[in-house]
Nanobody, 122 residues
Framework: VQLQAFGGGLVQAGDSLRLSCAAS???????TGWFRQAPGKDREFVAA????????GYADSVKGRSTISRDKNKVTVFLHMNELKPEDTAVYYC?????????????????WGQGTQVTVSS
């Protein structure tokens, strides 16, 4: 599975942004999701969606102001983020897993896309 992310950029606090990630290759996936990594910090889970059922999960830091969705026909996953904050600044990585979501324990994707930078100015 190859993943390519789009949609990052420079925005102001309070703005909205939609990230997209298109999958190609052998596109059987149990789930897809997004992680992010801020400067000097570890990569952290943001959101994920079960490819078949559409069940979703979010990190507490984005819950209530973010929505993950997928277009099964276009094999694309989206992350729509509202009320962006400076602490949302990070490189965002889309990912995919052979396993469904939610996982039995920790969500560990098998495939990663290149990152897309999101910068939120105050």
């Amino acid at each position: 599975v190859q993943l390519q992310a789009f949609g990052g950029g420079l925005v102001q606090a309070g703005d909205s942004l939609r990230l997209s990630c298109a999958a190609s290759g052998r596109t059987f996936m149990g789930s897809t999701g997004w992680f992010r990594q801020a400067p000097g910090k570890d990569r952290e889970f943001v959101a994920a969606i079960n490819w078949n059922s559409g069940n979703t999960g979010y990190a507490d830091s984005v819950k209530g102001r973010s929505t993950i969705s997928r277009d099964k026909n276009k094999v694309t996953v989206f992350l729509h983020m509202n009320e962006l904050k400076p602490e949302d600044t990070a490189v965002y990585y889309c990912c995919a897993s052979k396993d469904p979501f939610p996982p039995r324990s920790t969500y560990n994707p098998h495939y990663w896309g290149q990152g897309t930078q999101v910068t939120v100015s105050s």
